[in-house]
């Protein structure tokens, strides 16, 4: 316990005694680790978001107007046994214009366009799949003689607009996820490459203090040691500075882009385990840190 409260306070004192590159060194750590934390945070957040959108989504088939219960029900029987299927629902023509009246409530142009009397609108199923990207099954049914006859012949399986936001959320994600990723690892190698060189510049700096130790026999982790702890005090303190920043980036601009992205699974988990996610960035810190530490004791500190 001793040896490791001299190891901590000589790398300690390697922290301040450089003070410009420790500063320089520690927020290279802080923008990596806030970067990858967003980008994590965004993926979930994104991730979250389209299943929520799968989940809203559903294929209309449209049917004829003049189709009897009995016949409703047994398209309706027919799609359940679909195992990609798990709800199927009847919409009427009075309940389709009740939906695009409210769809199109500002638009009087086209509420003008249809009335209870004169209602162009078909009566429809609505199915809900679990991959709502796989639709073949639903279309063989609907291909079948005995329930092709039952179809709108001017309509067909329509799945809504819907369909395109979610390849579009999932094309952006995609997008977002690789420009976080490749991001994240310039500012790793940047923050590397920085920690190296004042870990090289301590090393030199306390030269005549490294040869005396050799002298009267100190180990050679008791050398290193100190400089491994410098480079985590990097990682650690970086993480800390990293994860306020991003608590105050989720908890403020997360309310505030709700409507558009699903953040409440991501609010809850920073809320729930502050501790674990400050010591998960402080582990990616320490991590980097010490690698770099050791890349220039190999080179630069022979023992």
Known sequence: MVQFLRVARAGGNNFLRNLWLSTAATVVM?????????????SMALSHTIDAYKAKLDVSIFLSSDLSPD??????????????????????????LVDYRAQNAGNTQLLNAVSDTDNPLPPSLQVKTLN??????????????NFHAM??????IHSGDRKKVIDSIVSFSN???????LISIVFVVISILII???IRMAIFTRRDEIDIMKLIGATKWFIRGPFLFEAALYGIVGAIFATGFSYVLILWGGPLIHNYVDFNTVLATFKQYPVLILASEAAIGVVIGIFSSLLAM???LRL
């Open 30 to 42: 802080t923008i990596t680790l806030s970067l990858i934390l967003v980008s994590f945070v965004s």
């Open 196 to 198: 190296f060189n004042t």
């Open 151 to 156: 179809l709108d012949t001017t309509a067909n």
């Open 132 to 145: 709502p990207d796989k639709l073949e099954s639903i279309t063989a049914i609907t291909n079948q003689p």
């Open 298 to 300: 190999s080179r630069y």
């Open 175 to 181: 997008f977002f996820q690789t420009t976080g990723i």
């Open 71 to 96: 016949q409703i029900e047994s398209f309706r029987g027919a799609l359940l046994k679909d195992p990609n299927v798990t709800s199927v629902s009847f919409k009427s023509k009075a309940d389709a």
